[in-house]
């Protein structure tokens, strides 16, 4: 791996990346960028950078049916 591929790998500040996000949920990263762009997923601009809340990740987890929660 390259210098420049593990800059991309690395998570800086607050919440996550899109690809961070992609690769923390299994969501793809088209997918991902999608949701982000139409509002489906919230994310926050810092210093020119978007970030997605790590309070997002559950909640997108469970629209996408990605994680099942137990029946009681």
């Keep these: 791996m390259i210098k420049s ?3 991309q790998l690395k998570r800086y500040g607050p919440g ?3 690809s961070a996000f992609s690769r923390a949920t299994g969501v793809p990263y088209r997918r991902v ?3 982000v762009a139409t509002g489906e997923i919230a994310s926050v601009t810092l210093g020119g950078v978007r970030r997605i809340p790590e309070t997002e990740k559950d909640r997108v987890l ?3 049916g990605i994680v099942v929660e137990a029946a009681e």
């Design 62 to 64: 469970r629209a996408y």
């Design 16 to 18: 996550y990346s899109i």
């Design 33 to 35: 960028e999608k949701a």
């Design 5 to 7: 591929q593990q800059k």
